[in-house]
């Protein structure tokens, strides 16, 4: 987690595989995650809590899925909408800056 983080200002979904509000937003999320892919300092990204649960236990996720936000070292929860247009929005006005 933190090799690929670092440096980055980050937008990461938490998630289960058995989740249903997870499997609802993934192809949104999978999209917007492509159009972040080679960013110079964004990375969108997902974290599967099931294979990572030591890092999900770390950062206090309870629920899935859990949106979080900015520095990797001190993430902020993100409380907003989950439809595609609206993450778009969030991503380039939060994660398109260095931290």
């Given at each position: 987690f933190h090799e690929i983080t670092t440096g980055k200002s980050v937008f990461i979904k938490f998630f289960?595989?058995?989740?249903?509000?997870?499997?609802?937003?993934a192809?949104?999320?999978?999209?917007?995650a492509e159009i972040w892919k080679d960013h110079e300092v964004g990375l969108v990204a997902e974290v599967d809590c099931t294979v990572e649960e030591q890092l999900c236990e770390e950062l206090e996720v309870t629920g899935f899925p859990t949106l979080m936000y900015g520095d990797a070292m001190s993430l902020e929860l993100y409380e907003g909408p989950r439809d595609l247009e609206t993450l778009k929005a969030f991503a380039e006005e939060n994660?398109?800056?260095?931290?």
């Open positions: 289960a595989p058995w989740c249903g509000h997870c499997k609802a937003m192809e949104d999320w999978e999209e917007l994660i398109a800056k260095p931290i």
